[in-house]
């Protein structure tokens, strides 16, 4: 099973884009992120001619999360953190072949120090909070998503400027992403590779891919049921080479069958 999570940054843009990748890279299962699209224009019947079923929670404008499922029913799906008011369609969850999928865009959070920052954090606890059930309740879990934060100093590409004091890699961005990790799930791409200079999203601005001045901030977090199951990962540069691409690449994981 291929499992993918994609920043799409505006589906009604990036729908041609979206299309091609799923007949080029046939993942299984994807979670996509800033799809941008209220519920009433979300494209489930150009993605069914694919034979990809969807389940989405979208808004006008900004956010918006959706699940798509190759040939597969999804399943127990939730919108939303259970108990955590919020307008922001961030969250997206559902069950597919017996794998419990949370989709995540988690919060910008503008700059440290911010309202909007602690907005993030709380956000974030919220989600540890509800990610901590969702794992006592399903053994095999991954979560994924555009995630802005990157892990360490790899994620990033001058850690100099990406630093405690910047958003995306202060301290306590980090150490709420630890703690996630610390509920018993694994960043698949550190399963299989130590490298840094790998990264997800470029910024559009000072030619950031040209250059590439990225950060590996999409991520997709696996559950020990499903560690050793985990055979591949990676990230899929090409998309974001096409023309009036997202400032994002796909992130996936490849788990093998039982």
Do not use: C
Not at 99 to 128: C, F, M, P, S
Not at 157 to 186: K, Y
Not at 198 to 212: E, H, I, L, N
Not at 223 to 241: F, M, Q, Y
């Amino acid at each position: 099973m291929k499992i993918a999570s994609w920043n799409v940054n505006s589906l009604n843009v990036r729908l041609p884009h979206l299309e091609q990748w799923l007949r080029d890279a046939q993942p299984d299962v994807v979670g996509i992120q800033e799809t941008k699209l209220e519920d009433a224009k979300f494209p489930d019947t150009a993605l069914a001619a694919l034979g990809y079923r969807s389940v989405f929670a979208g808004q006008k404008t900004y956010n918006g999360v959706a699940l798509l499922a190759k040939d597969r029913a999804l399943e127990d799906v939730q919108i939303g953190i259970p108990g955590f008011e919020d307008e922001q369609k961030r969250v997206i969850a559902a069950t597919i072949d017996g794998v419990r999928v949370i989709n995540l865009y988690v919060v910008n959070g503008q700059d440290v120090g911010t309202d909007k920052y602690a907005y993030k954090l709380r956000w974030l606890e919220a989600v540890h909070a509800w990610v901590a059930q969702e794992r006592a309740a399903h053994a095999e879990l991954v979560v994924l998503g555009d995630f802005n934060i990157a892990p360490d100093d790899r994620d990033v590409h001058d850690p100099a400027v990406w630093n405690d004091g910047h958003i995306l890699t202060s301290t306590a961005e980090r150490l709420a992403l630890q703690r996630l990790l610390d509920l018993g799930l694994h960043d698949a791409f550190r399963l299989h590779s130590d490298a840094g200079g790998v990264f997800s999203w470029w910024d559009y601005r000072q030619a950031g891919f040209r250059r590439d001045l990225g950060l590996r901030i999409d991520l997709t977090l696996v559950s020990d049921a499903l560690r050793d199951r985990a055979v591949a990962s990676g990230i899929d540069r090409e998309p974001r080479t096409w023309e009036r691409p997202s400032d994002h690449a796909p992130a996936w994981v490849q788990l093998q069958r039982t």
